[in-house]
Structure formats: structure tokens, C-alpha cells
């Protein structure tokens, strides 16, 4: 060993290059690079500029008018945008059975039988297929003259009103049908979730003494914190964001009694070429949003400040 | 008085029988250890006690009651189980304290339990912590804290120390056989390592393959097993089997040849009732302890292949001229070195002897037998 590399040698190394003397500080920056740029690109940069949009009056193509906040004074006045607004809202509330259903379908196909793993596929099948396709099913499954809701309650009595083309009833119609794949993904995140619990945990509480819906608030349900969050939180803002069902179905009618947020905004921007119009909905959807975005973000940071 | 009986107990999952027809009594205070090979269906008898796997046919008794079809939470008993299997979202005294929670037990007694359980097993510091911020050791204490919070009638044990790094698997030996001491509760303890069975046993019952082989104080297991499954699995390193053959016998004795040594002949006395002829192929078991020393003369000649040297003791693992496997101790200071050919005389009162189905001819091994022979 020469004097230079004893231990009592307190200088600090002068060895390489800036960047191999600062790779630690540097080389994280250069793995974040490139998905910030495409994330900068292609989502904030739309965001502001949508944001921007809609202070101006615009058809798409021609000159953009400087209007102000004349777009949201409009859009609080407008009867259309306060009926897609508490539409969204039957949404959101009704879409949060989607988990409760989730889990109590979890729980059962949760068990080791002849077949299980066909009937898991069976019901995770309705995520798998387009929502057009779920929009088409469940049309022709409320169809009046030969759905097959009216054919099963005809030879009871019930009559039912044509669910679609009737304005108490069409948000109902295409919010069950929207939770039906809702449902199905959450029991996919539900059985993720069960597969994780170690058995002998479960067993554990069962010579403790817990049965049925003590076990499952005391000990299940705990330990599946994470995936009910995710499940809040994907479930929550597929409400929000429902678009697809309400064009298939019902094109926001009759007389807009079934339109939401997302597809007003469509609505304006392509068939009325109203593109200033269609961004101001689209920043109060946006702001809506955010306050679920925020809440996630927030325990997001919690909960990596915990795994430290 | 807790007394466990199992009369005639069976298990079968579907067609196939895990369990076949299991004999056995667990007195009061006493710490009983199930061993086996893996799959030998140790753990299946111990779930099935305590609750978890139900009784296909037989009859479980706790404490004079029968708690065959009793649910699990009312059988009075607690389980350790090999994963813990702590409530992570609970702290340390939640855990230690649900299952009193379960049955509505007043907070004040919960409280007093669980303060004693922690005094006991030296977590009092611990209690506020959730199972992810501890160690192993204090995770494997905690579910054990678990379980004297019940004060249960059995403590019953799944694998509890196979998790733990050897160390601390040796130190919590200890501690679970002063608990033993302590408490004085029935403990039923299921492991795979012999070595805790010889240590912490009042009694071991040697399963395999789903029936009781052997049932017995360590030290009668170690000198006087059944059959050469029990003498294989008990002791470690594990026994010598040598094919063997009977020269001739009395009414009592027995002498046998070993083809490798056989400048040497065996003389074994046979327990009552053996059924021994001279001419006969029987199996001779010596355990690498029994060797006398590794110095020239009569014996087995034995070319070493490696030698594993523990600082106190050295096993040297080789082959006989026959190419039998043989393991002998031998001094650790002076080790033989590998590709030696060694001489091991055999001691003849520690020998063993089987027929060729496994079945133990000789009486039980040892110094005892020197002295009755001189006798």
C-alpha cells in the first residue's frame, strides 16, 4: 500500500470527468428526460393550450377572437352544460358501486374449484370487449319490442318505459350499463389484491375468532387497502370521463337528458364547431378532476415518505 | 388438566389419505414434537387439532372433551404459525390483543394479559410498532405473544424457528423451552429438524407418510428406534447402514459379518421375539459417533472422500471397499485428509440391527448394553 491510499489521507479524490465524479446526481435526470418530454409534448402543452382556448371564440379553423371569460358566463347560463354537470355527478355516485360489487364478486370467485379460473375469464370478460360493444349489447338488451329486459318482464306484467328514449331514465340506463366493465375491472383488482393476503393470516384471525363480516372489515379488508384505492381512484375517474357509452347510446338525448360533461365538449367542438365553447367544458372537467388528481397525488407522496 | 387425545384420527383430501389412523396422547405440561420428512403430514395433524382442517374419522380430545367437529376458536387452543402471520395493518398489541378483542373480553383483563405476555417475552418496548418495522426475532415473538394472551389450554406450533437465521433459531430454542418451563401449558411443536426434536421434546412422535413410526423420549429414540426409518432420521449426522449377514446365534445373541470388515465379528443381543437365522441378510447401523477412533487395526477400511471439520467435532463422509457410504467422527484436531483410507472399528454395544424390511432386531444401543453384557 503506498502513503497516498492510507486511510489518513482525508483530501478529496480529483478523479475523472464532471460527470463521472456527479453521475449519481446526473443519471437519474437522464432516465426521467425522455418520458417528461413526451409527457411536456403531448399532456401539459394540449392542457394549457386548451386552457388558452377557452378564452377565445373559434371554429376550428379562421381567426380566434379574444372573448375573455365570456365562454364560462355563457356556460352558466346554459341549461344543457348544469344537466350534463349533474349527470356526471348520478355518474360518479352510481360508479361507486362498481367497487362494492367488485369485491363481493372477488371474494366468491376468490376459491379454489373445478373451473375457476373459466368463470374468472367469463366475468372479466365485459372489460376486455369495447365500450362501443357494451354500448350496442345494452341497447339492444333495453329495446322495447324485442330487448331482451322487455321479453323477460313482459310475462310478468311489468311494463317498462323504452329506457333510452326516455328522458328519467336514459343516464340510468347507460350508467348500468358503463358499470358493468367498471365492476369487472374491479374484481380484477380485487382478486390482484386477495392473491397478495397470505393465507395464514386468514387463518390466524379464524382461530382468533373472527367469522364472516368481521373478518372480512377487521383483517380483509385492511390488507386491501391498496387495491381499493386504485380501484377509487380508476372508478372515479372513469365516471368523470364517460364519454363513449352516451354516443353509442343515447347521443347525450332525448333532448340532451342523458348528455355529461365529456361528450358536451365533444359535442361542441365537432359538430358546432365551437372550439373556445368546448374548451371552457373542458377546463371545468379538468378542475373537477384535479381535486381527485390532487387527492392521489397526495397520498401517493404519503405513502412513499412511509416507505422510507 | 389438558391432556390431547387422538384416537384412530384419519384425514383425507378426496381419495387420497394424508392421515392414517394416528394414535396419540399429549399429557398435561408435556411439549410433544411431531417430526417427519416433508409431506409426511406433520403440519395436516397439527391444523387438525387445533381446528383449521377438519377430522375425517376419529376422535380429538382436549382436556377430556371431545373437540373433533368444535369450531376452531373454541378448542382452547392457540397457534405459532411458520409465517407469523402478524395482522400487518395492527400494531404489536393490536395483534397480541384481537382475538381477545373477538370475544368481547373487558379492556381492563385484554390490557393486563397483554402487558404480561409482552414482561414475558421482552417486547414491552415493541407494542406500539407495526410487524413491518421488526425484525425476524421480534415478529416470531410477537405471534408467540399472541398466543399466551389467550391462555390457551394447548399451544400448538407450526415450523416456528424455519424462518429465523440459525443463531437466532438456536437462541429462540432455548427461550421456547424456558416458556415451557414457564407456563407449563401442553405445547405441541411440528418441525422438520431433528435437532429441535431431540432438544426441546418430552416426547417425539416420528411420522411418515401420514402414520406414527415411533412415539418416545429423545433418548429412546436415539438408542432404541423401531425400525431403521426412525434410527436413519434421528441423530445427525445420520446413521451408518451396512449390509450385513448372521453367522451364527444363540438364544440371545447374535453374530453378524460385516462383508467389509470381516476380520471383525458383531455381537448384538436381540430383543424379545426376533426372528433371526443364521445365513440371514440383515442390516447393521452404527452412527458416526460409534466408531472407535480412526487408528489401524480390525475394522472397516474407509477411503475418505471429504471431510467436514466443525472446529470440535470433524465428520469424514467416504466410501467402504464395498462402496458402501459411511460417515465417522473423528478428531477434529488431527482430521483425517480426503483420499485416506482409514480404519474404523466398530463398536459392537452401540450397533443396531435390522432385517431387510427395516424392522429393529437388537435391543436398544449403547452403554447400557456394555454394561449388561459384562454383567
Keep these: ?9 482525508d483530501r478529496p479524490r480529483k478523479t475523472g470527468t464532471f460527470f463521472r465524479r456527479n453521475k449519481l446526481a446526473i443519471m437519474p435526470l437522464v432516465f426521467i428526460a425522455p418520458a417528461f418530454a413526451m409527457f411536456s409534448l403531448f399532456v401539459i402543452w394540449p392542457i394549457i393550450q386548451s386552457v388558452g382556448l377557452s378564452f377565445v371564440e373559434w371554429q376550428g379553423i379562421g381567426p380566434k377572437t379574444w372573448v375573455g371569460l365570456d365562454n364560462y358566463r355563457e356556460l352558466l347560463g346554459d341549461q344543457v352544460f348544469w344537466t350534463s354537470l349533474v349527470n356526471n355527478l348520478y355518474w360518479l355516485a352510481l360508479f361507486l358501486l362498481a367497487p362494492v360489487m367488485g369485491l363481493f364478486i372477488a371474494l ?6 373445478f373451473g375457476i379460473r373459466l368463470v374468472k375469464s367469463l366475468f372479466f370478460f365485459p372489460f376486455v370487449v369495447s365500450q362501443i360493444v357494451v354500448g350496442m349489447i345494452f341497447a339492444w338488451f333495453y329495446d322495447p319490442a324485442f330487448g331482451l329486459l322487455a321479453t323477460l318482464l313482459k310475462p310478468l306484467g311489468i311494463g317498462i318505459p323504452a329506457i333510452l328514449a326516455d328522458e328519467n331514465w336514459a343516464t340510468f340506463g347507460i350508467i348500468a350499463a358503463g358499470l358493468w366493465p367498471q365492476t369487472a375491472y374491479c374484481m380484477i383488482l380485487y382478486l390482484t389484491g386477495l392473491n397478495s393476503v397470505n393465507p ?8 382468533d375468532g373472527a367469522k364472516g363480516w368481521r373478518l372480512l372489515v377487521k383483517i380483509v379488508l385492511p390488507q386491501l387497502r391498496a387495491a381499493t384505492f386504485i380501484a377509487l381512484v380508476v372508478t372515479v375517474i372513469g365516471a368523470l370521463r364517460s364519454f363513449d357509452l352516451v354516443a353509442v347510446m343515447t347521443s347525450g338525448g332525448p333532448y340532451n337528458s342523458s348528455n355529461v360533461l365529456a361528450y358536451y365538449m ?3 367542438a365537432i359538430s358546432r364547431y365551437r372550439m373556445g365553447y368546448a374548451s371552457a367544458i373542458a377546463t371545468i372537467l379538468f378542475l373537477i378532476m384535479d381535486v381527485y388528481i390532487a387527492w392521489f397525488l397526495m397520498r401517493l407522496l404519503r405513502n412513499e415518505k412511509g416507505a422510507r | 388438566m389438558a391432556d390431547v387425545i387422538l384416537k384412530n384420527v384419519r384425514k383425507s383430501f378426496g381419495s387420497v389419505d394424508v392421515i392414517k389412523g394416528v394414535d396419540l396422547e399429549a399429557k398435561h405440561g408435556e411439549f410433544v414434537v411431531f417430526v417427519g420428512p416433508s409431506g409426511c403430514g406433520k403440519s395436516t395433524l397439527l391444523r387438525m387439532i387445533c381446528g383449521l382442517e377438519k377430522i375425517t374419522s376419529g376422535q380429538l380430545l382436549i382436556g377430556d372433551e371431545d373437540m373433533s367437529d368444535v369450531e376452531a376458536s373454541d378448542r382452547g387452543t392457540a397457534m405459532v404459525f411458520q409465517s407469523y402471520a402478524l395482522y400487518p ?6 395483534n397480541m390483543s384481537f382475538g381477545l378483542r373477538m370475544a368481547k373480553t373487558p379492556q381492563a383483563v385484554v390490557e393486563r394479559r397483554v402487558q404480561r405476555a409482552a414482561e414475558i417475552l421482552q417486547i414491552t418496548h415493541l407494542l406500539q410498532r407495526k410487524p413491518k418495522d421488526m425484525s425476524g426475532g421480534q415478529r416470531q415473538r410477537v405471534a408467540i405473544g399472541r398466543a399466551i394472551v389467550r391462555e390457551p389450554k394447548v399451544f400448538l406450533f407450526d ?9 437466532l433459531r438456536v437462541q429462540m430454542r432455548v427461550e421456547l423451552s424456558k416458556l415451557h418451563n414457564e407456563i407449563g401449558a401442553t405445547m405441541i411443536y411440528v418441525t422438520h429438524d431433528q435437532v429441535e ?11 411418515r407418510d401420514g402414520k406414527v413410526e415411533q412415539i418416545g423420549s429423545p433418548l429412546d429414540l436415539y438408542t432404541a428406534p423401531d425400525n431403521q426409518f426412525v434410527a436413519g432420521f434421528i441423530g445427525s449426522p445420520r446413521m451408518n447402514f451396512l449390509k450385513a449377514r448372521v453367522v451364527s446365534r444363540t438364544k440371545t445373541d447374535v453374530q453378524v459379518s460385516v462383508p467389509d470388515a470381516q476380520d471383525h465379528l458383531l455381537q448384538i443381543p436381540l430383543r424379545a421375539g426376533a426372528i433371526v437365522d443364521p445365513g ?4 447393521v447401523g452404527v452412527r458416526p459417533e460409534h466408531f472407535l477412533g480412526t487408528s489401524a487395526g480390525h475394522g472397516l477400511e474407509v477411503r475418505i472422500d471429504v471431510v467436514e471439520n466443525l472446529g470440535g467435532i470433524a465428520y469424514a463422509y467416504g466410501k467402504s471397499k464395498a462402496g458402501q457410504d459411511v460417515i465417522i467422527k473423528a478428531d477434529s484436531e488431527q482430521p483425517p485428509r480426503s483420499g485416506m483410507t482409514v480404519t474404523a472399528q466398530i463398536r459392537d454395544e452401540y450397533c443396531h440391527l435390522f432385517d431387510v424390511k427395516g424392522q429393529t432386531l437388537s435391543t436398544s444401543a449403547g452403554a447400557i448394553r456394555g454394561h449388561e453384557a459384562a454383567a
Aim: aromatic content about 4%; proline content about 2%.
Design chain 2, 89 to 94: 395493518h395492527m400494531t404489536v398489541a393490536e
Design chain 2, 159 to 167: 415450523e416456528p424457528l424455519s424462518n429465523l437465521d440459525a443463531e
Design chain 2, 280 to 283: 440371514q441378510d440383515v442390516i
Design chain 2, 197 to 207: 426434536a431431540m432438544t426441546m421434546a418430552d416426547k417425539i412422535v416420528v411420522l
Design chain 1, 108 to 113: 366468491f370467485l376468490n376459491q379454489n374449484v
Design chain 1, 1 to 9: 500500500m503506498t502513503d497516498s491510499q492510507t486511510m489518513s489521507d
Design chain 1, 266 to 268: 365533444y359535442d361542441n
Design chain 1, 200 to 207: 395464514e393470516v386468514i387463518e390466524a384471525a379464524r382461530l
